[in-house]
């Protein structure tokens, strides 16, 4: 039987994707005491990468947008391959994103909402989080978008 979370997936007719296997020296999730670390996550679907580009220039916020809410669906899906089951998520704690921006870039903010978005659109007021938006020169691959995630769990 499907959890609360599958099914409030399910609802809102969201998929994850397959989690991917870390492609450094580092593993994808790390959980001490009732805190989940999860790393940085980039715009893979599937292994297909996607938003690749500064943003500003290659990359409209839009399009970035979306790229940091492929970002969070990435991160559930890491979390759900480590924990075995969404429903053990008590909230998403802190969200990390960072932004693959032209110097002149301002908007880091309303990019990593596409994250913050799912987030709260999946786990309601749980999924309320502290969180920061920073610029970066330059991310892995070339993407526009890469977050990581704090989460509470059981």
């Not at 980039?42 to 970035?64: D, I, P």
């Not at 669906?73 to 704690?93: E, K, S």
Request: glycine share 10%.
């Amino acid at each position: 039987m499907a959890g609360k979370i599958e099914t409030r997936l399910a609802e809102l007719k969201i998929e994850l994707p397959a989690a991917a296997a870390p492609v450094a020296n580092f593993v994808p999730c790390v959980q001490s005491g009732n805190l989940l670390f999860v790393s940085g996550q980039v715009t893979f679907w599937n292994g297909e990468l996607r938003y690749v580009g500064k943003v500003g220039k290659e990359v409209s916020v839009e399009e970035a947008q979306q790229g940091a809410r492929l970002c969070a669906l990435n991160i559930l899906a890491q979390v759900r391959a480590f924990l075995g089951d969404l429903d053990r998520v008590v909230r998403i704690c802190q969200v990390q994103g960072f932004v693959n921006g032209v110097p002149e870039f301002k908007d880091h903010p309303k990019v990593v909402n596409g994250a913050s978005d799912l987030f709260v659109e999946v786990f309601g007021d749980a999924g309320k989080h502290a969180r920061f938006a920073v610029g970066s020169g330059s991310l892995p691959l070339g993407v526009s978008v890469e977050v990581a995630a704090t989460l509470e769990v059981t």
